[in-house]
């Protein structure tokens, strides 16, 4: 039984979080092993781990120590397959490190290196209708999914990363030059993919063309907007989602500003505070949201209808919304200047496969 290299994974407890996030997503293991000098495991950081730490606001020069999950579950180096598969279905991990008797790391054993991961029945909703009024004049001539970036229309990209991730079931909901996204993209065969078409007579919004589908997804499924670049793994979306027992999950970026002048707090004519140039910080929609099926409950036919909406609609019924926060590659081509920098960053990000490279 072959293991994965664990020292391509492994940090010392100082390692700023920024080191984490880059070995992990080089490595594509989707954790981190934190040890000392002796080898010994001190702890984990996943995927998730890091996420929940940048929703409590941890900066990217927090060691890996303040992040790490202490005592994960570990096995020891002579179990057999069938055992460790037991011991990672049961702990729900996906990742399980190898440790002698004495605690030192001697190997890594990732779930989808033992199970040949099948074809995902998640289904994937692509928001390939809108006007790209802001990218006028060039989406006078040609729908926004369809504008280059990197030698070759933006959905193009999207519907090649969701192939090569094994997701074969797509559907495009289109209005704008709608023919022209047809045309392009046929039923999909040509990337190994069914892509079936959701046409809006009239605009429906980023929610209301999920009224269109054909019958209720048989699984969580995934919607996004078609005018974003980005390197996100959507499997470990859907993972999160389902791990988070959330009714959806909206995909969050974190933007950052700041405020060009001092600031001065007052109360009255009195001076409290100065501050200079603060920096703010929030959460923006990314744009890409993981949803269970019933939430389509929610959805009113023929109305437009906007996830944002949907989300206030949920949270007003207790349902249960989470955010994801993204920290992969992510820009949203919805304006000239993001625009010419998805131009530019394209080749840097991805193969001519549109995978990592």
Known sequence: MTRANWRDVCLDP????EEVIRRITETAKQIALVAGDDHKLLGTITDGDIRRGILRGLSLETPAREIMKENPIVAGPDLARDVLLGYMRDGRVKQLPI???QGALVGLELLDDMLSAPDADNWIVVMAGG????????????PKPLVPVGGRPVL?????????????RIFLAVNYLADQVRDHFGDGARWGVQIDYLEEETRLGT???LTLLPHRPPAPFLVMNADLVTDIDFRRLLNFHGDQTADATMCVREYKFQVPYGVVETQGNRITQLTEKPQHSYFVNSGIYALEPEVL???????????TTLFDDLLAREGHGVVFPVHEYWIDIGQF???ERARTDFSNVFTPKGKRA
Request: hydrophobic content about 40%; glycine content about 10%; proline content about 6%.
């Open 207 to 209: 929610a209301g063309a």
């Open 14 to 17: 100082d390692t700023p979080l």
């Open 131 to 142: 006007l790209g009024t802001r990218l006028r004049p060039i989406t006078e001539d040609i």
């Open 99 to 101: 440790v002698d008797a």
């Open 156 to 168: 193009e990209t999207i519907i090649e990363q969701l192939a090569g991730q094994g997701f074969t």
């Open 297 to 307: 409950d929610l959805v009113p036919d023929g109305h437009f209808y906007d996830m």
């Open 337 to 339: 200047d993001d625009l």
